[in-house]
């Protein structure tokens, strides 16, 4: 089970469903239009699709900016779980590779409706210092979609939770949720706790 106190999120392919703006940036800024879902099946795009590394560049640009017209969606259910850990444990921990908070923070309160002061986003920059701020905050337990980082982050002795995407679907030694409605019945809130221990 995982303890409320003490869990984080990864944000792009976890709580926002990035992959699907980036299909659709692809299809109407650069008219890229083969690009699916399930054809993602590496982290590293330039491996498992044709697209070249300018146009890579620029799509990830556009979204860790904020420039974007097309919706970046939710995962389904993300906003429930997120929503009743801020209320019940004070600010839930997101933490990015990303440069920027701030394009984050502005979809947590305008798409997810989460009260500003509900949540912390920890941009890093880098997936390798994702490991160090999950330490400084004491989290034990990360939801995370590259497989790559599941592994540091077990390392440092915090449990990984791989968030199911067509990137991590290859065999792994970690938890692996495949919704939010699962992560959220591996929670252990305290209403699930048997009578005496209430
Ligand atoms: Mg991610």
């Known amino acids: 089970m995982i303890d409320p106190q003490s869990v984080a ?3 792009d392919g976890v709580v926002a469903d990035t992959m699907r703006l980036f299909i659709k940036i692809a299809r109407n800024v650069h008219r890229v239009k083969n690009l699916t879902y399930d054809g993602f099946t590496c982290y590293d795009l330039l491996e498992c699709t044709d697209l070249d590394e300018a146009t890579l560049t620029d799509i ?4 860790q900016d904020g420039r974007y017209t097309d919706p970046l969606e939710p995962i389904p259910g993300a906003a429930n779980v997120l929503q009743r850990l801020g209320d019940q444990y004070g600010p839930v921990v997101l933490i990015t590779a990303r440069p920027h908070a701030k394009p984050v923070e502005d979809w947590l309160q305008q798409i997810l409706r989460l009260d500003r002061n509900k949540f912390e986003v920890v941009p890093t920059g880098s ?3 994702k490991t160090k701020a999950l330490t400084l905050r004491e989290i034990s337990f990360f939801v995370e979609d590259r497989l790559e980082t599941c592994y540091q982050v077990q390392d440092i002795g915090v449990v990984p939770v791989v968030f199911s995407q067509p990137w991590n679907n290859e065999p792994h ?3 692996r949720v495949a919704s939010w409605p ?3 019945s591996m929670i252990k809130w305290p209403d699930t706790l048997p009578e005496k221990e209430r």
């Open 9 to 11: 999120f990864d944000f």
């Open 60 to 63: 990830v640009d556009r979204i």
């Open 127 to 129: 997936f390798d210092n």
């Open 173 to 175: 030694p970690f938890k």
């Open 182 to 184: 699962e992560l959220d």
